[in-house]
């Protein structure tokens, strides 16, 4: 049977930073926490398990959510802050979550898919590290050289997110909220079938009112419950071709 590996960054909403926008730190964690609940009951509805890559900084703020999410699915690191980075952040992160979930926390996802020394990830005690999309995004990375599957470096399972078969359209975020349902779930199916299993990811404050914040549109087109109607269609689309697990359990599984 085929795999699904959802996931979701769970972060603070510090996108309009990166457009010039103030938004106050409560305001930034009070969207993305709105956002968890929203999500949060489509996946209790559906009954299906996935990874929550999870600041420490929104843990802290709303530890009991993450204890709460922790009973059904996988935490794992989004590093301590989602708009600054230092070194420390890597194990402090993941000693955070432990402490807050008290269990053993696997995988790390950076930031803005960041790309980071393998040697520090190990060092930081994690298993593996899903920051790679192995596709090209203009301003951002150029990852085509990349492998579009699980592979291990220097002790660290790297976890890239699914990319289409052949031309490496990526499957992300961006990609879910503005191409045509149907051919999303074509490429997305064809991937599938091709590797076996499909990675694919959201943020939680995509699923809330965007509208009134002057961010670009083809961040805020669709959002809200429109996109939440869209997610509840895909994860019922996909229950049909395969099961829902976590990237950790994916990976003992694969193992074996």
Not at 176 to 187: A, D, E, G, T, V
């Amino acid at each position: 049977m085929h795999k699904i590996l959802l996931s979701f960054d769970v972060e603070e909403f510090d996108l309009p930073l990166e457009y010039g926008i103030k938004i106050s730190d409560d305001e930034q964690m009070s969207k993305g926490a709105k956002g968890l609940d929203a999500i949060n009951g489509i996946l209790e509805d559906l009954k299906i398990q996935c990874t929550l890559f999870t600041t420490a900084s929104f843990a802290l703020k709303f530890p009991s959510k993450i204890v709460d999410l922790s009973e059904r699915h996988e935490i794992a690191s989004h590093t301590f802050f989602h708009s600054s980075f230092k070194k420390d952040d890597l194990i402090n992160s993941r000693l955070v979550l432990e402490n807050i979930t008290s269990k053993k926390i696997f995988g790390l996802r950076m930031p803005r898919m960041k790309n980071i020394d393998t040697s520090l990830i190990e060092e930081a005690g994690y298993k593996y590290d899903s920051s790679i999309n192995p596709t090209w995004l203009p301003g951002r990375y150029n990852n085509l050289s990349r492998p579009r599957t699980c592979y291990d470096e220097n002790g660290i399972t790297k976890f890239p997110v699914s990319v289409s078969a052949n031309l490496r359209i990526p499957l992300f975020w961006l990609a879910f909220k503005n191409l045509p349902y149907f051919y999303y779930r074509k490429i997305a199916l064809q991937s599938l079938k091709k590797d076996g299993y499909l990675c694919i990811y959201f943020h939680p404050w995509e699923f809330i009112d965007l509208h009134k914040y002057k961010i670009p549109v083809i961040i805020k087109r669709k959002s809200g419950n429109a996109l939440l109607e869209k997610l509840n269609r895909l994860i019922s689309d996909l229950k049909n071709e395969g099961d829902f697990i976590s990237m950790n359990s994916f990976l003992d599984k694969k193992k074996r």
